[in-house]
């Protein structure tokens, strides 16, 4: 690429959505980047638009010089996708259009795998998601179909950051539904273990995203 990117397509890749790299835009913008390699489009329906590696590194870049948007923003900061941890006092509504997010959620990042694991795997997490641990693993969930805890109910999962490095906490009190959410991040490319709480003796999982 020999030319930074315009005001607005600037726009457009700093607007992507934190975990995925999913873009909204116009059909011409969207295009544009594409056409220099900052953004591919999906295969499948819907056939969203997503940032590439270069894109990415775009992305966490300052822009060269401040200029004014050629264009209006193409996405609203409510825009942006968030993977339920479980417990949030603000969660979105469940229903067909959250579900069609979520799914689309897990392809993009699968495609995140393809473009940023040096072998292209999809079956193990990349760089992203060992940076992003909490989203990352709730992402695997919720797109597996697990159900998020609500506010202060005992029902259902919640992943939590721990103090170790590179892994996360789940917890669920049923104990059919916990090994569920083991089997579905092993899955997903995670190292799983169930340890008890000291204290309360409730079983949970420690979690960390797999290298190889």
């Known amino acids: 690429m020999t030319r930074p990117p315009t005001?607005?397509?600037?726009?457009?890749?700093?607007?992507?959505?934190?975990?995925?790299?999913?873009?909204?835009?116009?059909?011409?913008?969207?295009?544009?980047?594409?056409?220099?390699?900052?953004?591919?489009?999906?295969?499948?329906?819907?056939?969203?638009?997503?940032?590439?590696?270069?894109?990415?590194?775009?992305r966490e870049t300052e822009p060269s010089e401040p200029t004014a948007l050629a264009e209006p923003p193409a996405a609203a900061a409510g825009d942006v996708f968030a993977a339920r941890i479980g417990g949030e006092e603000d969660a979105?509504?469940?229903?067909?259009?959250?579900?069609?997010?979520v799914r689309g959620a897990w392809q993009g990042l699968l495609e995140l795998r393809r473009m940023t694991n040096p072998d292209g795997a999809t079956d193990r997490p990349c760089?992203?998601?060992?940076?992003?641990?909490?989203?990352?693993?709730?992402?695997?969930?919720?797109?597996?179909g697990h159900r998020p805890g609500e506010g202060d109910s005992?029902?259902?999962?919640?992943?939590?950051?721990?103090?170790?490095?590179?892994?996360?906490?789940?917890?669920?009190?049923?104990?059919?539904?916990?090994?569920?959410?083991a089997a579905t991040l092993e899955e997903a490319g995670w190292q799983v273990g169930e340890y008890t709480e000291p204290r309360t003796r409730a079983r949970y999982l420690l979690a960390s995203p797999r290298r190889m």
Do not use: M, N
């Open 127 to 144: 760089a992203w998601e060992r940076t992003h641990l909490v989203q990352a693993a709730a992402l695997a969930l919720e797109a597996a």
């Open 7 to 58: 005001a607005a397509q600037r726009h457009v890749i700093d607007a992507a959505d934190p975990v995925t790299g999913r873009l909204r835009g116009t059909e011409a913008q969207l295009a544009a980047l594409v056409k220099r390699g900052l953004a591919f489009r999906h295969p499948r329906p819907p056939h969203d638009h997503f940032l590439t590696s270069a894109g990415h590194r775009i």
């Open 154 to 181: 005992g029902e259902g999962y919640r992943v939590r950051a721990t103090p170790q490095p590179e892994a996360v906490a789940v917890r669920e009190p049923d104990a059919t539904r916990l090994r569920e959410c």
């Open 92 to 101: 979105p509504r469940t229903g067909p259009a959250r579900l069609r997010e």
